[in-house]
């Protein structure tokens, strides 16, 4: 039996030597390659509108909350109006006045004036009348010196009459002192009433536009001031992913490349964005550099400051034949080469490489379509027969 078992293993020995030990193989493909930078980010919108009060006030309501989706005009902030309303009842009695002055110079104060100038002008004319009646009883030796000095002032006096009474007319007419001093006081009133209706329109902080509330850092009874954030609003709209790349991959990347991303909440969602923007200086202290991708068509479900990754394809080749990068001997060398399978054995043979991404390789020459290749650690040297397997 031990003979039997012997003279079986030999034959064994020697059937293997002759067919050659199984070894699994690759065989060559052809298809596309894509080599990409894989970096991790965070979400953002391309820019973030602080919203603050623009009067002095105390907070009487806040009407949202952070994270809330808000639109254009709603009401986020209200500050107490009492204050404000009673400058607006100021300025409407001011404008009131004003107004009552302007009516009176119009209704009242012109019209008697230009009567008095009617009856200063009909004065002068009768003054004029007995001045020459006068001048000539006084020229023809008829009339006596007394008559005439008494004609010559009741002229005198009569022409000043007439020439205060236009000089009041003006005055009280569009373009005259008095009448531009009233529309002044009334513009300035008009004035001062807007102001004190924008103060209360204040008092009510609006959003000013879509968007999502990131931050919220005022409560009920605070004072506010002017220039102090109450609320960080993230605008609806384009969507941003920025990384932070490796300085050694500088001259990979270009504006226009494409990329696939996924938040790391939902890992299994992947969506499309653009490289954008590329910061022209590298941060020093982590030797990498700020770049930005757009997200056309942002999924619904992307939050600020949410955690991505993002695959950017920095280079493409179609078409092309393709092995694994484990049957590539000495792959950065200046000749690197594979061990590939012809009739039954395993034979060296030099190629050359091109793109490498991930664990493929590209082959420029060397290898054809469907040839089949032995991976580095198969134990195989040039030469030897094997039975080739694929996995």
């Excluded at 002032?153 to 007319?169: D, G, H, M, P, Y």
């Excluded at 850092?217 to 506010?224: F, I």
């Amino acid at each position: 039996m031990a003979t039997i078992l012997l003279a079986a293993a030999a034959i064994w020995g020697t059937l293997r030597l002759l067919i050659g030990p199984e070894v699994a193989v690759y065989p060559v493909i052809r298809g596309n390659l894509v080599r990409t930078v894989v970096v991790s980010g965070h979400v953002e919108t391309p820019f973030r509108v602080n919203i603050g009060s623009q009067i002095t006030g105390t907070v009487k309501d806040v009407l949202v909350d952070e994270g809330q989706t808000v639109k254009q005009g709603q009401p986020l902030v209200e500050l107490d109006p009492v204050e404000l309303n009673a400058a607006v009842t100021e300025a409407r009695s001011a404008v009131a006045q004003a107004e009552a002055r302007m009516r009176q110079l119009q209704e009242y104060s012109l019209p008697a004036a230009q009567e008095s100038l009617k009856q200063a002008q009909a004065n002068l004319a009768v003054a004029e009348t007995s001045f020459r009646r006068a001048d000539r009883l006084m020229t023809s030796g008829a009339g006596s010196r007394a008559a005439y000095e008494d004609a010559t002032k009741n002229l005198n006096v009569a022409q000043t009459q007439a020439r205060s009474a236009e000089l009041q007319v003006y005055a009280l007419s569009e373009g005259g002192s008095d009448y531009e001093l009233a529309r002044t006081g009334l513009d300035q009133a008009r004035a001062s009433l807007a102001s004190a209706q924008a103060r209360l329109a204040h008092a009510t902080i609006a959003s000013p536009r879509d968007g999502v509330l990131i931050t919220r850092s005022v409560e009920r009874g605070a004072v506010v001031q002017p220039g102090t954030p109450l609320l960080v609003l993230a605008p609806t709209g384009d969507i941003q992913l920025v990384l932070q790349i490796d300085e050694k991959n500088l001259g990979l990347i270009r504006l226009g490349q494409t990329a696939l991303a996924s938040a790391d909440a939902y890992p299994d969602d992947r969506f499309t964005a653009t490289l954008t923007y590329i910061n022209p200086s590298v941060d020093i202290a982590r030797a990498s550099l700020e770049v930005k991708l757009t997200v056309d068509d942002p999924p619904p479900y992307l939050r600020q400051d949410m955690t991505v990754s993002v695959d950017i394809a920095v280079d493409r080749r179609q078409s092309t034949l393709i092995v694994p990068a484990k049957v590539v001997h000495d792959p950065a060398s200046a000749a690197p080469w594979v061990l590939v399978v012809r009739d039954g054995r395993v034979w060296e043979q030099a190629v050359t490489v091109g793109l490498r991404a991930g664990d493929r390789i590209e082959i420029l020459s060397g290898l054809s379509d469907a040839d089949l290749v032995v991976p580095t650690g198969a134990g195989v040297r040039a030469g030897q027969r094997i039975r080739a397997v694929q996995p």
